[in-house]
Nanobody
Framework: QARPVESGGGSVQTGGSLRVSCDVA????????MGWFFQPVGKERESVAS???????EYANSVVGRFTISRDNAKNTLYLQMNRLNPQDTAMYYC????????????????????WGQGTQVTVSS
């Protein structure tokens, strides 16, 4: 299967908002889970949010109330709306896909996903 393709990163000041997108057409015809992860320079890749078919969403504690994961089925696109950004959110953001369902307590684990995009950079300045 094809890799997910991210877009929409950029630069913003503290307190601002950005939305990143992921093309999910490849994963629209079967049960799937999709996830957003971020990786600051020199650090490990960490989970942000997951979206599994049936509108099941999970969030990392650090983004609850600030970030929202959603999917536009008509556009076959997965979104991550990021509000109230701060410099600690600066990172490469990756979209990941796993055909089939992932057990709920595993959906924020990096190793639960097989297919990864190339990432899109988000930079938040103070």
């Amino acid at each position: 299967q094809a890799r997910p393709v991210e877009s929409g990163g950029g630069s913003v000041q503290t307190g601002g908002s950005l939305r990143v997108s992921c093309d999910v057409a490849e994963y629209s015809k079967s049960d799937y889970c999709m996830g957003w992860f971020f990786q600051p320079v020199g650090k490990e890749r960490e989970s942000v949010a997951s979206f599994c078919r049936g509108d099941n969403m999970e969030y990392a504690n650090s983004v609850v109330g600030r970030f929202t994961i959603s999917r536009d089925n008509a556009k076959n696109t997965l979104y991550l709306q990021m509000n109230r950004l701060n410099p600690q959110d600066t990172a490469m953001y990756y979209c990941a896909a796993q055909p089939g369902l992932i057990l709920q307590w595993l959906r924020l684990r990096r190793d639960a996903y097989t297919y990864w995009g190339q990432g899109t950079q988000v930079t938040v300045s103070s």
